[in-house]
């Protein structure tokens, strides 16, 4: 095959209509080659030139790998969202080149003595504003990335890095794979009872599609997962599901447990090599957190005025349980938790989660984000003919009046050859350039409940929560206007980046908001203010629960990236298991191994390790940057385009706490979270 049919070698040609209808498998090596070689020239003449200008040095090594990232990202996200046999091979083949490539870069000691020289030029010093954050953080992520360490070092730091983006590869494909290779297929109708009408439909259609003429299919994707969790009655079923859901990749031949010690033992390595105590410490050293300690210190003070909230709600739910069933009445196992609890919300507040899904079609739902986003910033939605890598995804552009900002992808619904959870990536980061503004390419996915036979998709309000939740992200590339491509849209701290998506989920609690698109599907009629103020006044039902989890994830990855010992603490499943005790409302069984499954810290080198602690640390910004709305109107445009200004549009083109403080109009407090919860701050001492 010739060089000029190969769609992935310059994806800017056809603008943002990037050619997914074209790129298959045998494409990936031959252009992964092409642009390697000519991003390592690029950056061979950077290094070997005299440059003394910032477009002749940051400008053009930003341009050296700007191609290769769009090539690579983008059959990284197609290994996502439509896996084959062969595209796996093609991209397991070229992910350590790649990250071979990336390593080198900071490794490069001509580079690195090209960078500095520049620094200190008449001309690095006179910039300003974003560029000369651009060199300061140039520099300082080549010395965290090895620029002075010495030829041996340089090499070890490299294999580590190859290993490490081949394990992290592995460890997700594991996931996926165990998840597809369960099924539970039900006979009889009768062991269905509790589950809502949605589910078994569900079920039933997702036997259909394997070639069963009867029989209720279930699968570890989350659409069947919860409901069963949440509703069924049949506790052995529940059982099965919970174990099994919480057992993937424990088994040959998609058994990670042997991948989770080797990434953690390299991830020491590598944080030693870099001269840092642990590997919490070598990746949050340019997050608003900045050390492990600090994110440990962070959980523990929420945690606190969390834990008397927790212990009562854990007693509340065996109390309901005995109140129901009496002397029979059994202690609760984890596959109980989720069914007591609805059971319990429901008699407390008469509020059922099944009551709101008709007002929540998907399309209708997509609408609304459109209508709040057009509403508070200003801009415009519109479908887009553009090819795509699934015929259930939609595309729409974004406009800022007559000014394309960004085209972009939503794929809602579970396949089996996609994997789960709910997530946005940015396969074009645009911008002002100096030939005109270019736009953003982005996308976003879910594994929200599908429509059924024709129907509608019909959503629960979780499921709105996270498609909110990613279009935020998605907003924050897609309004992005900083000229410097690597602190554009989402390149920001890790423990900033989820503020502009939590807070995207407050309008989703918001009466004005729900009235933008939340339609009951057959009447049309708006959901009843005796249902919404239910489903307010359950809000905060076992909030401490929900947050105890989430403080539980943060402090198994921090303990995991800081403390844990294999000579000194053993197994590491037993050990996971362990520090998650404290955070459970049951005792976990011997067989817990959620570990083995938590892709947040181990599909990618370095994803959300050391920083799970960020989603709660975004939740205190979020919740107390949205008193700024709730002073101003929910809806307000002037708000909306403050946000926007200060904020969304301007990327890491500063220091993210000052972003903060321009927005809010001073440092975040800890108290709009823990009022939002229901939970008391502790008082002052």
């Excluded at 603008?15 to 298959?24: A, E, N, S, V, Y």
């Excluded at 090895?146 to 294999?159: Q, S, W």
């Excluded at 997962?225 to 859901?245: G, K």
């Excluded at 000052?658 to 809010?664: A, E, M």
């Amino acid at each position: 095959m010739s060089d000029a049919k190969n769609p992935l070698l310059d994806l800017g040609a056809t603008g943002p209509r990037l050619p997914f209808d074209q790129i298959r498998p045998e494409h990936v090596r031959p252009a992964i080659d092409t642009l390697l070689a000519e991003s390592r020239a690029s950056i061979r003449a950077i290094a070997a030139g005299k440059g003394e200008t910032y477009d002749a040095v940051l400008g053009a090594l930003e341009r050296a790998t700007e191609q290769l990232s769009r090539a690579s990202g983008v059959v990284s996200h197609l290994e996502s969202v439509a896996t084959t046999p062969a595209l796996r091979e093609a991209e397991t083949e070229v992910k350590p080149l790649l990250s071979a490539f990336y390593s080198s870069i900071a490794l490069d000691p001509e580079l690195w003595q090209t960078l500095k020289r520049y620094s200190g030029t008449a001309d690095a010093k006179a910039l300003t504003g974003a560029r000369k954050r651009h060199l300061e953080k140039t520099l300082d992520e080549f010395r965290r990335s090895g620029a002075d360490l010495d030829p041996t070092g340089k090499e070890r730091l490299t294999a580590v890095d190859v290993e490490l983006s081949q394990l992290t590869m592995k460890f997700g494909q594991n996931v996926l794979d165990s998840t597809n290779a369960f099924d539970l297929v039900i006979d009889d109708e009768k062991r269905l009872a509790g589950l809502p009408e949605s589910a078994i439909q569900a079920a039933r259609a997702s036997a259909a599609s394997k070639g069963l003429a009867s029989g209720y299919r279930f699968t570890l994707h989350a659409p069947s997962v919860i409901p069963v969790l949440t509703y069924l009655d049949d506790a052995s079923i529940r059982e099965t599901i919970w174990r099994a859901f919480n057992q993937r990749a424990t088994v040959a031949p998609f058994d990670n447990a042997p991948l989770l010690r080797r990434i953690l033992e390299l991830r020491r390595e590598r944080a030693t090599l870099l001269g840092k105590k642990d590997f919490a410490d070598l990746v949050l050293e340019d997050r608003m957190a900045k050390t492990g300690e600090a994110a440990a210190r962070f959980v523990h003070e929420l945690e606190e005025p969390t834990r008397e909230s927790f212990e009562r709600e854990k007693k509340e739910l065996a109390a309901f349980r005995r109140e129901l069933e009496g002397e029979r009445a059994k202690e609760i196992a984890p596959w109980d938790v989720g069914y007591y609890a609805e059971k319990l919300r429901t008699q407390r507040f008469d509020f059922d989660e099944e009551a709101l899904r008709p007002y929540f079609a998907a399309e209708g739902v997509l609408d609304g984000l459109f209508a709040l986003a057009s509403r508070l910033y200003g801009v415009t939605f519109a479908p887009a003919e553009a090819p795509s890598w699934d015929e259930s995804v939609r595309v729409f552009t974004i406009r800022d009046g007559d000014e394309l900002l960004g085209l972009f992808h939503v794929d809602l619904y579970p396949r089996e050859n996609k994997r789960g959870g709910a997530w946005m990536n940015s396969l074009v980061m645009g911008g002002p350039t100096a030939a005109g503004f270019e736009p953003h390419v982005g996308l976003f996915c879910s594994n929200a409940t599908p429509p059924i036979d024709g129907e509608k998709a019909l959503l629960t309000h979780d499921e709105v929560e996270t498609l909110f939740h990613e279009f935020g992200h998605l907003l924050h590339q897609l309004l992005s206007n900083v000229d410097v491509r690597s602190l554009a849209g989402t390149n920001v701290a890790w423990d900033f980046v989820e503020l502009p998506s939590q807070i995207m989920e407050n309008w989703t609690w918001e009466r004005a908001a729900l009235d933008l698109f939340a339609r009951h599907v057959e009447s049309g009629e708006r959901i009843p203010d005796e249902l919404f103020a239910r489903k307010h006044k359950a809000r905060t039902f076992r909030a401490a629960t929900m947050q105890m989890r989430q403080l539980g994830f943060a402090a198994l990855d921090l303990a995991l990236h800081r403390d844990y010992d294999p000579g000194h603490d053993g197994d590491l499943l037993a050990y996971a298991r362990g520090l998650m005790m404290p955070y459970a409302v049951t005792p976990l069984p011997d067989d817990y191994a959620m570990v083995s499954s938590f892709t947040h810290l181990f599909s990618s080198s370095v994803g959300y390790a050391a920083g799970y602690y960020s989603y709660k640390w975004a939740e205190v910004l979020d919740a107390d940057a949205f008193s700024r709305f709730r002073e101003g109107g929910v809806l307000s445009p002037e708000v909306g385009r403050a946000f926007r200004d200060l904020l969304l549009s301007r990327g890491d083109s500063d220091d993210p706490m000052k972003l903060f403080v321009d927005f809010v109009g001073r440092p975040p407090k800890v108290d709009a979270l823990l009022a939002r919860n229901g939970l008391a701050a502790k008082p002052p001492s």
